[in-house]
């Protein structure tokens, strides 16, 4: 018995082992491509280790190249403001699937939309904001990605709040408490791990998005992070150590946002496993 419950740890050890290893060598082979002499990027057989570190990318990047700094500021903007909008419209809506018995077809209407590509949305979109001269803005940005994902928010918030004792709502209600105050002082308060779960994947998904926001926007006041990568990728003479550079410091945000609120997201990830 002791034997087979060894083989097992082993066995699960060695998966987790595996997880890890295809998790984190992409990430560090990019932080090892990003010190690299350039020299170093091209030999052949592959230099795995750099012969010396090279950090004057970063410094052109940070200091020098104006590109990747408005595009940091455009992502964080257009991510932030689109998570905060989407979430504020969620919540109430979330709220009305699960407890106030709104029309569940509208809910799968919603989802209906989220699974639809991009591409169809495009068209429509490219002229609506051309029309009314929020094409290549932050603002348009803010919208398109409030409504792409609201769908997503509002799932996962029905989630939390289907999770939650309705005995507390309802010694609410007998005291006379309305939608907004249960709203705000009880579902609000207990569902925050699951709702700043949801947040933080909305801001992510925000943040990773490429498409729109290589239609929808051509200039540096507009164009985000994922673009601003391809335009260093794009050219006749890839700079391979210039791209790795924009990569790992595009990826710091998320890393920090994720080691602050993991118990948050792992809470929230959990909340809907078990109701009450």
């Known amino acids: ?29 990019l932080v090892i491509m990003s010190v690299s002499p350039a020299s170093d990027l091209v ?20 200091l020098e190249d104006g590109l990747f700094l408005a595009a940091l500021r455009n992502s964080v903007i257009a991510a932030g403001l689109g ?7 969620a919540i109430p809506a979330a709220y009305a699937f699960a407890r106030r018995r709104a029309p569940i077809a509208i809910l799968f209407l919603i989802l209906g939309t989220f699974m639809i590509p991009p591409i169809v949305y495009v068209l429509p979109l490219y002229e609506t904001l051309g ?3 929020l094409l290549d803005t932050r603002t348009g940005l803010v919208i398109v990605y409030t409504a792409f994902l609201l769908p997503y928010a509002v799932w996962l918030a ?41 947040a933080l994947l909305s801001f992510l998904t925000a943040w990773d ?16 992070l994922p673009v601003a990568i391809a335009d260093f990728a ?26 602050l609120f993991q118990r948050s997201l792992i809470a929230g990830l959990s909340a809907g496993s078990v109701k009450g």
């Open 83 to 89: 998570t905060l909008l989407a979430m504020a419209v």
């Open 209 to 224: 998005e490429f498409f729109y926001a290589l239609i929808l926007t051509g200039s540096t006041k507009a164009k985000t």
């Open 131 to 133: 029309g009314v001269g």
């Open 43 to 62: 030999t052949v057989p592959l230099r795995w280790w750099p012969s010396s570190l090279d950090l004057t990318r970063y410094a052109s990047v940070l």
């Open 158 to 198: 029905k989630s939390a709040i289907d999770a939650l004792p309705v005995a507390t709502e309802e010694a609410a209600m007998l005291d006379g408490a309305g939608t907004l105050t249960i709203l705000v002082r009880i579902i609000l308060p207990t569902a925050r791990p699951a709702l700043m779960a949801t």
């Open 234 to 259: 794009s050219g006749r003479v890839t700079d391979y150590g210039m791209v790795s550079t924009v990569g790992v410091l595009a990826a710091i945000l998320p890393i920090v946002l994720a080691l």
């Open 1 to 29: 018995m002791t034997s087979r419950r060894a083989l097992r740890f082993a066995i699960l050890y060695f998966f987790a082992f595996l997880l890890f290893l295809f998790t984190v060598a992409p990430v560090a082979w």
